[in-house]
């Protein structure tokens, strides 16, 4: 069984910080990850995902993520946040043959001016 | 236009009645899926279908029915809607590659 957790349901950070939203999933087989974002009365967009290769993936808005196998984690990272970036954060899983998605339970970045 | 289209994009409705929450895609992609989105419980899958033959229940499927008309279509009903159905419903799309792509979701208020 997959399981993804999100530890953080809400981060608060002031404009121009670093922010760094947690994400560990639970998989006995091989996984491919994502992160979508979700602006206030939207649907979810992919921000970015790691199927193979580099552990390290970058994504839209200057978001990046970290894949690390040993510790089942893939935490988002932006160096510098901006306002527009408040917004909810889902992880989400999928196994490598697998046709379901599984997301956490969210993320909400919190941008102060 | 947007390639996944729902209709309508807010519903009140009182328990009891029947509801369709309908979803349309340009994408052209076979697989097309319903969650349900609850506060502080992410997104549940409700059904998926990878064509207009294949239907499969998802986490939480007891008291929803879907049809898969076309490739396009893809709608959700819920036979006789009770207030814990309240919920944001989003219908998404795949490749079968990358990621999932979603329309903008249904808000749902069953009374």
């Known amino acids: 069984a997959q399981s993804v957790t999100q530890l953080d349901s809400q981060v608060p950070v002031f404009e121009e910080a670093p922010v760094e939203l947690r994400c560990n999933y639970s998989?006995?087989?091989?996984?491919?990850l994502f992160w979508y974002v979700q602006y206030p009365n939207q649907g979810l967009q992919l921000l970015l995902k790691?199927?193979?290769?580099?552990?390290l993936v970058k994504g839209i808005n200057g978001f990046e993520a970290e894949f690390n196998k040993s510790q089942t984690s893939f935490h988002l990272r932006k160096p510098s946040v901006h306002i527009s970036d408040t917004a909810e954060y889902f992880c989400a899983t999928r196994t490598n043959t697998g046709n379901q998605f599984y997301f956490g339970t969210g993320t909400s970045l919190t941008v102060i001016p | 236009d947007a390639d996944v289209t729902q209709t309508p994009r807010n519903r009140i409705t009182k328990t009891g009645k029947r509801i369709m929450l309908e979803c349309s895609q340009t994408?052209?992609?076979?697989?097309m899926y319903w969650y349900r989105q609850d506060p502080g419980l992410g997104l549940r899958l409700i059904y998926y279908s990878f064509d207009v033959k294949d239907i499969n229940k998802g986490e939480i499927s007891d008291g929803y029915s879907v049809s898969r008309q076309a490739q396009a279509k893809f709608s959700l009903s819920l036979e006789s809607a009770i207030p814990n159905q309240t919920a944001l419903y989003f219908c998404a799309t795949w490749d079968g590659l990358a990621g999932q792509f979603f329309g903008p979701g249904t808000r749902l208020t069953v009374l």
């Open positions: 790691y199927l193979s290769g580099s552990t």
């Open positions: 994408k052209g992609h076979d697989r």
């Open positions: 998989s006995s087989v091989s996984v491919y």
